[in-house]
């Protein structure tokens, strides 16, 4: 009875005990305390029982990018009370550049799912499932107590103002009941004190309530004609001087002011009724959030230039008859890669603490979504060739607008590039994305009339397609005469297609 009540009265346990036929041993010796189990127990089994029930595992909101801090459950991809294996797919985690599966790294049964699909915004480590080994009860599984969400950053307490010494506040003249005040300009001011008149006798007509030159003289007018008298507001007694207050500057305007509510008010949110609220994914507000560093904190410098690409569309043309499709933008991105390597300089990243030079060349592409602008990376750019590129940029653009970018697709890059020239920009300037030094924009190629000269040195005009490339460079690591150097370089490559071979 010892041992039963040691090991909590399983019943199956007692059978093994008493010796019951059929079953074998699981390993329980007798020692100095009582009955023990050893080592060669079945642990699984073992920890099936009510009373030594392991705890369940929990499913925690993970780190799936280096940038982000919270994410969104859009799907749930198993159900309470279903088994799982290590790897299989649990859930899809929206982050903030794109929807990532969260593979389950045990075996199990998912026995609660604490967040809901649709849950946004939760933060790193909070907890979102658990997981109970086979054979144990999933239905009653208890959520852990000492796992939650973090605790919200409390907000520093705001000292308070300290008390200012009292001011005596001057006595304010007495309005008399019944007079309205005018704001004067200095032309009605000078002749309503010429002719005894005062502004309450009049209508102001100026913009917000001012008593302009125009009032003055109909009153003058209406003094000649005997339709008002002569009238001279009564002076007030003077006051006590006093040291001046400062609710002096904060008081009110003494004239009228119509009566229209302000649409915002410096400083404060706007008025509810005068804007739409737009939800902003996680990745809009991790967007807004490096561009804005960026633009603060990384001093851009931009250099830009004009390339033919003449020789460029006639390689081209002879690829689309050999069914060879490719775009301009992969012979842009070749060019850059292959400047790159001829220019490891401007191959770098800053850290925060100084410039490292990268021993990789991979370009990353500018591809906008509904969700947002992503850059997924062209691996080791510069040893691809045309094709091998172009088929690169199609599949990544579609796991992109897809939202299906694994991580390792879209961290990293040495170098970006951003073109709107599909969208009929001729120029434009790039935000650098941070640890990167450079970002190529490029426009739309246009047709332009340029004066060259024939063999035998005649003057001609001969239609050129060029294109105008910027690059926003960080002069903390790639400096203007770097940078001038590198266009270039670039200009040239691209200009000469076989270079990139």
């Known amino acids: 009875m010892a041992a039963s009540w040691r090991l909590g009265c399983d019943p199956r346990l ?27 127990a079945n642990w699984r089994w073992f920890h099936s029982t009510q009373w030594l029930r392991g705890d369940p595992i929990k499913i925690l909101m993970p780190s799936l990018s280096p940038t982000m801090e919270e994410g969104n459950i859009v799907k749930w991809l198993k159900k309470e009370g279903e088994a799982v294996s290590a790897g299989d797919a649990l859930c899809e985690i ?76 001057p006595v304010k003249k007495e309005h008399i009941p019944g007079t309205l005040r005018f704001r004067l300009s200095p032309a009605a001011r000078n002749i309503l004190e010429k002719h005894s008149l005062d502004a309450s006798q009049g ?57 229209i509510p302000p649409v915002s008010t410096p400083g404060q949110p706007s008025a509810v009724g005068t804007f739409t609220e737009i939800p902003a994914s996680n990745i809009r507000r991790v967007i807004a959030k490096r561009l804005t560093e960026s633009k603060s904190t990384v001093p851009h410098a931009y250099a830009t230039a004009d390339c033919d690409l003449g020789a ?8 689309v008859k050999d069914d060879i499709k490719v775009s301009v933008n992969d012979f842009i991105i070749k060019a850059a890669a292959v400047t790159l390597k001829q220019m490891p300089d401007v191959n770098v990243s ?8 990268l021993p990789f ?17 062209i691996k080791d750019a510069a040893a ?13 653009s579609k796991k992109a607008r897809d939202g299906k970018l694994l991580p390792e697709e879209y961290q990293g890059g040495s170098f970006s590039i951003s073109n709107l020239g599909m969208f009929g920009i001729d120029e434009f300037t790039a935000v650098i994305n941070p640890p990167q030094a450079c970002i190529l924009a490029v426009g739309r190629f246009r047709p332009v009339l340029k004066l060259t000269e024939d063999e035998e040195g005649n003057a001609k005009l001969q239609q050129r397609q060029l294109i105008t490339v910027t690059m926003s460079s960080d002069s903390r690591v790639v400096d203007d005469e770097l940078a001038t150097r590198f ?12 270079r990139l071979a």
């Open 14 to 40: 007692l059978r093994y005990l008493v010796g019951f036929p059929g079953c074998r041993s699981i390993g329980l010796v007798k020692g100095a305390l009582g009955w023990s189990v050893s080592r060669g």
């Open 94 to 169: 929206e982050t903030d550049k794109a929807v990532v599966t969260l593979d389950a790294s045990d075996d199990g049964i998912l026995a609660k799912i604490v967040v809901e699909e649709g849950s946004k915004n939760i933060r790193l480590g909070s907890l979102i499932g658990l997981i109970v080994e086979e054979g144990e009860d999933w239905k009653h599984v208890e959520i852990p107590k000492d796992v939650g969400p973090p605790p919200p950053v409390s907000k520093p307490s705001e000292p308070r103002p300290s008390p200012e010494p009292q001011i005596s506040i």
């Open 203 to 259: 209508t102001a007509t100026g913009p917000r309530g001012i008593f302009t030159k125009e009032d003055a003289l109909r009153l003058v007018q209406l003094k000649q004609t005997g339709k008002i008298t002569e009238s001279r507001p009564t002076p007030a007694p003077a006051a006590t001087p006093t040291a001046p207050s400062p609710l002096q500057t904060t008081a009110g305007p003494s004239y009228p002011r119509p009566m």
């Open 312 to 319: 460029v569309l006639k390689v081209r043309q002879d690829l």
């Open 350 to 357: 800053w850290d925060g603490e100084g410039p490292k030079q």
């Open 361 to 377: 060349i991979d370009i990353s592409v500018a591809v906008a979504t509904d969700k947002g602008l992503l850059t997924p990376v």
């Open 384 to 396: 691809k060739g045309i094709q091998e590129i172009a088929d690169s940029v199609k599949a990544l």
């Open 487 to 498: 266009l270039k370089s670039f200009k040239a490559n691209l200009e000469n297609p076989i």
